[in-house]
């Protein structure tokens, strides 16, 4: 068979319900909780001893951070298993992705071993941190199908995957790849060649390379250089880049001003880019720098206020994203996910820009919080941002019937409990209580249609849909089943 043959025969992604993780450490056990929490059954094969147990503590730190950003619902945090034998971990499976120690000669073997066993329509990605496909796939007798798709830890978390292929990928398993990981919710660079380290951590490289000069000439702390980020251009980099950011820096006139004006500096002695030594001094000062700058937090304790951190900034930057500059939106999928027919709780602050001239939150807002909930639904029974986008359709309110039953004051956090009343083959009925300080304060129901936005008409729901809307809890096993009948 040819790699054209084979290309053609890469899974639909519909039908790939299971996916392998190689390896169980950070980077391979954070892509096993991602992938259990998009729903897929995952085995991971890892010849530690102790494998499954760490494998199972990486799952229960990583779970609360997935459920706050509503990646959870309907998802088995259980569905994996451990195995030992490669040619059962990737039996069946629809995606491998390759997650080993970042050593040349373990992963040529790994992902040759990988290749041997695998069936020949499936990709295979590599999380390697700096090796090019086309020296790790040299031993490979399908290297068409090898391709790198390069995370962030955590990678359960950070959305960034950059992918690219080595000089024997079918540019069709590149295309698979990158629309794969669009579709479980990454942030996907389709890099056009091979480069050394990749984009990003190529720019992490230079940072950590300088950061380590200035420590080994004492001319900086580890405390310094990581506040001279965090209180300074850290701040600015989740809106926008380091480019657009220096776009910024000249003014009106833009980057142009920045480089005509700023261009001289380059050629000044501001950072070394070359390694310094790694001397057992220059090591023992920064190991000791961090142990002061973490204090009495443990390493456990440090992964909470990260997650917490990227969280916050991951809502706050999708909101500038949707025009909701000012909207502050914290959401918990597991609330009332118990109960028959329920949905995550939506939850927002009242902000000043929503108080009339009596000092309670007007009656408009009251209708784009219920919204801003709906959008929340959508995001958990698939139709988020990324398939309106790519699919043209979405659903849209027919109908709605709200009730106001108590004031609303600035500054009171609300929290919005969707209920699923009924569903069909094009349509969603959905029921909303909004109280403050379990207090109920408004209802609302509405109807709701999918409808293509190219036509203007309905149209049925995709299967994926159909599938997340039939796991929510009902009060009979078959009842969702019955209504999209």
């Not at 897929?40 to 951070?65: N, Q, Y």
């Not at 695998?118 to 031993?139: K, L, N, Q």
Request: aromatic fraction near 8%; hydrophobic fraction near 40%.
């Amino acid at each position: 068979m040819s790699a054209t043959d084979t290309a053609a025969s890469y899974p639909e992604f519909e039908s790939i319900t299971t996916v392998t993780c190689i390896g169980a450490g950070t980077i391979g056990g954070g892509w096993a909780a991602y992938f259990l929490a998009q729903g897929f059954t995952v085995r991971v094969w890892d010849p530690a001893p102790d494998a499954a147990e760490k494998l199972s503590r990486l799952i229960d730190a990583a779970w609360p951070a997935l459920a706050e950003l509503d990646m959870v619902t309907g998802a088995d945090r259980n569905a994996w298993t451990v195995h030992t034998d490669l040619a059962e971990a990737v039996a069946g499976t629809g995606f491998v992705q390759e997650s080993a120690p970042e050593d040349l000669d373990l992963k040529r073997k790994l992902l040759a071993s990988i290749d041997a066993v695998c069936d020949e329509h499936v990709v295979i990605g590599s999380s390697t941190s700096g090796y090019s496909m086309t020296e790790m796939a040299v031993d490979a007798r399908h290297p068409e199908r090898l391709v790198v798709g390069h995370p962030f830890n955590p990678p359960y978390l950070i959305p960034l995957v950059e992918v690219v292929g080595g000089e024997s990928t079918d540019v069709t398993a590149i295309d698979w790849a990158a629309e794969f990981y669009t579709r479980i919710g990454k942030s996907v660079i389709r890099m056009a060649h091979e480069v050394p380290g990749f984009i990003a951590n190529r720019l992490q490289e230079a940072q950590w390379r300088e950061a380590l000069h200035m420590i080994d000439q004492g001319e900086a702390t580890v405390e310094q250089i990581d506040r001279s980020i965090t209180d300074g251009p850290g701040l600015r980099w989740p809106f926008q880049g380091p480019m657009l950011t220096f776009h910024l820096a000249g003014g009106e006139g833009g980057m142009a001003h920045m480089l005509d004006h700023f261009g001289p500096s380059l050629k000044s002695p501001w950072t070394r880019l070359d390694a310094p030594e790694l001397t057992q001094k220059l090591r023992d000062d920064v190991v000791a720098g961090c142990d002061i700058a973490a204090g009495e937090k443990t390493i456990p304790d440090l992964i909470a206020t990260r997650d917490a951190g990227i969280i916050a900034l991951r809502r706050l930057t999708a909101g500038l994203d949707a025009g909701q500059e000012s909207i502050p939106r914290v959401t918990s999928a597991d609330e009332g996910a118990g109960e028959p027919g329920s949905l995550g709780t939506y939850r927002t602050q009242v902000i000043s820009d929503w108080i009339d001239y009596n000092g309670h939150m007007s009656e408009a807002f009251y209708v784009l919080v219920f919204g801003f909930a709906t959008d929340q639904v959508m995001d958990q029974i698939g139709l988020d941002r990324a398939h309106r986008e790519a699919h043209s359709t979405s659903l849209y309110t027919v109908e709605s019937h709200i009730r106001y039953l108590d004031e609303v004051g600035l500054g009171a956090q609300l929290e919005v409990t969707p209920t699923l009343v009924s569903a069909g083959g094009k349509k969603l009925h959905l029921a909303y209580e909004m109280r403050v300080d379990g207090q109920l304060a408004a209802t609302e129901e509405i109807i709701a249609l999918h409808v293509d936005q190219t036509t203007g008409a309905t149209a049925p729901f995709p299967n994926q849909v159909r599938e997340r809307v039939e796991r929510i809890r009902t009060g009979s096993p078959d009842w969702v089943g019955r209504q999209l009948k």
